[in-house]
């Protein structure tokens, strides 16, 4: 691959390190229905999936019916948490100020969750108005209808778009789309073993500082 005419960027866990807060405030709404899941839990089953996706498990798996203005609780819960604690991943400036590609986010997360969490950390200017989520496409990561739409709307070929992933669910996805992915293992929420999981999806490289980024753009 020659060097990338665009770079799709993940969100949650590439521009901001959100996964393990976002992980504590979905199992502490669900402790409080009465279902009974770890944080570590929820990261391990549901980094990289939409919210959509992951109440549809836990209704499957706990046989149960979650309230329905349940997902409007965690969204609250979650921009509060967010307010108070969320921060750009280390790095990630230098390496946007860097970039000689175009640039967009496609992320499993709602849009207004989008624009609020990048709007905190400061990064909502280099990419507004190239957001893209989820609920824009039939299917979400692993499926690769959201990078297939990404790349659509900005009229790059998928082969010569560069994913930047965090979770395996997003590396599959990028693949399916024909997309080259590299993994993103800089994440409070990356522990042992995580690069490896990174490799084994499909990424071609996994690198754990953004200010490296354009060492990969090749």
Known sequence: ?????????????????????????DAACLAEIGISITA???????VG????????????????????????????RLATTFDAELAA???IETALARLPARRCVASSSAPERLRHTLGLVGLLPYF?????????????????????????????????????????AGVKAAIAAGMRVLGFTGGSHCGPGHASRLRQAGASEVFDDMRNLQDFLI
């Open 1 to 25: 691959m020659n060097r990338p005419q665009l770079v799709i960027f993940d969100c949650d866990g590439v521009l901001v390190d959100s996964e393990v807060i976002a992980c504590r405030v």
């Open 40 to 46: 570590k839990e929820v990261m391990e089953r549901y």
């Open 49 to 76: 999936v939409s919210a959509a996706s992951m109440f549809a498990d836990i209704e499957a798996r706990y046989a149960c019916r979650l309230p329905s203005d349940f997902p409007e609780q965690v969204r609250a």
């Open 89 to 91: 991943v280390p790095g």
């Open 128 to 168: 507004e108005p190239y957001i893209f989520s989820a609920v824009q496409v039939p299917r979400g990561k692993p499926a690769p209808d959201l990078f297939l739409f990404a790349s659509a709307q900005m009229e790059v070929p998928p082969v010569e778009c560069l994913v930047i992933e965090d979770s395996e």
